[in-house]
């Protein structure tokens, strides 16, 4: 499959003239789209319980922190797309359209999933397995209706519930909805209320978050806001300087430059990662993936080259399915493990330590065995992703991407209606 055929996602933005050169221009971070999928894949290995050099390296231990990428990835391609362009009422009801519409569906899909797998645990007695009870445990139906309603990132809970990682989707949407706001309210100055967020947010986590910057479920908002709120100033104070130089009709040069700025841009979020973990000194991952992204939104560099092949392009085009199925695939992978132990008698999972933490998975066979089954969860992952992304994802954006076209023709229609109105009075 070509590079050509993959959708963007929310990096396919149109800059305007001023910023771009000529009249809707279009501007692609493919290569920043890339490391999300790179990101969405090592947070899924940091959830899977196994043993292996992958699986025990810090960064993959750590790969918590790869959630900021995507809140300040998101920040500033929201800023780029939408910053400018919500002017009233009207544009923000379609934006909320295209944005729910991005999200929700998926997060949908794979919820029902989980409460079929309940009910079916609960009306077949032998499927149960050793874990809790049906619709217990967090997964009962008042954390239905808060995951349901989009509330589960947002405070209201007091554990991760159904699909775990989905705060995160739960934090991001009304994150979506304050910035509109402020863009409506403030227009071109909206970037000042990001300061406060960006002051705040860092503070409130060191002093309250009990697990610092590893917050979901409590102040995993926080989080999500102190994140977005840092990529939109961002796209606000280097966006049109970086839009000029992406629309340059001159030929680009200082590749060899690029590509180092690049190489230390990956060592610096890497150290940075395995080094801070869930001490203090995470709590300033956004600054560091902000600097990241920044370096690699230019994609002047060798390795901006290769992260714009398929091979990488996919994985960004399937980051938010590998994000959210993760845990459902990882959790039955367990579930026919403990099942095929009874039948064959023999030691597939269990209980093993790693770095100081009990966990229960693959852990009781060796090294080599638990890195085949973290190359297996990988494959079934995005095989699942894959079956989300034309079944879901995409069906349900191009929906709301219509229906968001049909309100600004009826809004472009009634609102020429009016002046034609006004014109015949004063006539």
């Not at 992958?54 to 500033?76: K, Q, W």
Request: with cysteine; aromatic share 12%; net charge positive.
């Amino acid at each position: 499959m070509g590079r050509h055929t993959v959708n963007r996602f929310d990096t396919r933005m149109r800059a305007s003239s001023a910023q771009a050169g000529t009249r809707g221009a279009t501007v692609r971070f493919e290569t920043l789209d890339s490391w999300r999928g790179i990101c969405a894949l090592l947070v899924a290995m940091m959830h899977f319980p196994a043993i292996g050099p992958i699986s025990e390296s810090l960064v993959v231990r750590n790969a918590f922190l790869f959630v900021d990428y995507f809140f300040v990835l998101s920040g500033f391609v929201i800023a780029h797309g939408y910053g400018r362009k919500l002017n009233d009422g009207m544009d923000y009801l379609r934006f909320t359209i295209v944005r729910f519409g991005r999200i929700y569906p998926l997060h949908l899909a794979i919820l029902l999933v989980f409460v079929a797998f309940e009910l079916l645990r609960l009306t077949v007695p032998a499927l149960r397995g050793d874990g809790p009870a049906p619709f217990t445990s967090g997964n009962g139906i008042a954390e239905l209706v808060s995951n349901l309603l989009l509330l589960n990132g947002v405070g209201f809970e007091t554990r991760l519930t159904w699909n775990g990682p989905s705060w995160s989707i739960s934090a991001e949407f009304w994150t979506y909805l304050l910035f509109g706001g402020a863009a409506v309210l403030f227009g071109r100055r909206h970037w000042i209320a990001l300061i406060p967020v960006i002051i705040a947010g860092p503070l409130i986590l060191y002093l309250f978050s009990p697990r610092l910057m590893d917050a979901t479920w409590d102040y995993g908002f926080i989080r999500c806001l102190y994140g977005f709120a840092l990529g939109a100033l961002l796209y606000h104070v280097a966006g049109p300087g970086l839009l000029h130089k992406r629309s340059a009709t001159a030929p680009q040069s200082g590749t060899l430059s690029w590509t180092l700025a690049e190489l230390g841009a990956i060592v610096l979020a890497v150290l940075f990662v395995a080094l801070a973990g869930r001490q203090a000194t995470g709590i300033a991952a956004p600054f560091v993936f902000a600097l990241t992204l920044l370096v690699f939104a230019h994609e002047r560099g060798i390795i901006s080259r290769l992260l714009k092949t398929g091979a990488f392009l996919w994985p960004g085009a399937l980051s938010y399915g590998i994000y959210m199925v993760h845990v459902f695939v990882q959790a039955r992978m367990i579930y026919v493990a403990t099942l095929a132990e009874r039948l064959l008698d023999i030691d597939l999972v269990g209980p093993f330590s790693m770095h100081g933490e009990v966990h229960y998975g693959f852990g009781v066979n060796g090294a080599l065995f638990g890195t085949a089954m973290l190359a297996v969860m990988v494959g079934l992952v995005v095989i699942a992703a894959l079956i989300g992304y034309f079944l879901v994802e995409k069906p349900f954006q191009r929906l709301s991407k219509r229906l968001a076209a049909s309100l600004a023709v009826e809004s472009a229609t009634a609102k020429r209606s009016v002046a034609e109105a006004r014109a015949r009075g004063n006539g």
